[in-house]
């Protein structure tokens, strides 16, 4: 089994409590909006394998190491991941018209910051998007998901409140 940790919206803010449940992934995902190359390099350092995609807000910086779609298998499973996607029923037009080439099992994006964890029977896939993990946005709560892939399968998905979206936190213990 891989342990996936998955996070978007980042907008430049990185803090205690998003490593505290980072660590021990064996790959970290980011869908986008990064805010800074420095992130970047913070995740990059957290897990033996990092993935990710830059998003309308990231600059020429992250363009450059980052693309804007990622295609690719983890223990069997077809994974996309891009940063405007959607949902089942409301794909993005981009999006859309990737998932009917790829095919893939899971669908990964961020952009709208709102949690989703919904199925999607007509292109029989998973689509993820683990909210927003920064301070920037109209999110009340910061959130990421953590899950495992064994063999081809979406598995233990945890979505994690991170705090709110505002309030100063205390990260003692984290």
């Not at 986008?32 to 998003?55: H, I, K, N, W």
């Not at 779609?69 to 037009?93: C, K, N, S």
């Not at 709560?141 to 953590?146: A, H, I, K, S, Y």
Request: charged share 20%; aromatic share 8%; net charge neutral.
């Amino acid at each position: 089994m891989t342990r996936i940790a998955l996070l978007s919206d980042t907008h430049g803010y990185f803090d205690a409590r998003i490593a505290h449940h980072l660590r021990g992934a064996d790959e970290i995902w980011h869908a986008g909006d990064f805010g800074s190359s420095e992130l970047v390099l913070q995740l990059t350092a957290l897990a033996p394998t990092f993935r990710g995609v830059y998003g309308n807000i990231d600059g020429t910086d992250i363009r450059y190491t980052e693309p804007l779609v990622q295609d690719f298998r983890v223990e069997g499973l077809h994974v996309l991941m891009t940063h405007i996607g959607g949902y089942p029923g409301h794909y993005a037009p981009a999006a859309r018209q990737l998932l009917a080439q790829v095919r893939p099992g899971l669908f990964v994006c961020g952009h709208s910051h709102i949690l989703r964890v919904m199925p999607d029977p007509k292109l029989g896939l998973l689509t993820l998007n683990p909210g927003a993990a920064g301070r920037h946005g109209f999110h009340r709560v910061r959130t990421l998901l953590r899950f495992g892939i064994d063999q081809g399968k979406v598995v233990d998905m945890q979505a994690v409140e991170l705090g709110p979206r505002t309030a100063i936190l205390d990260t003692e213990g984290y």
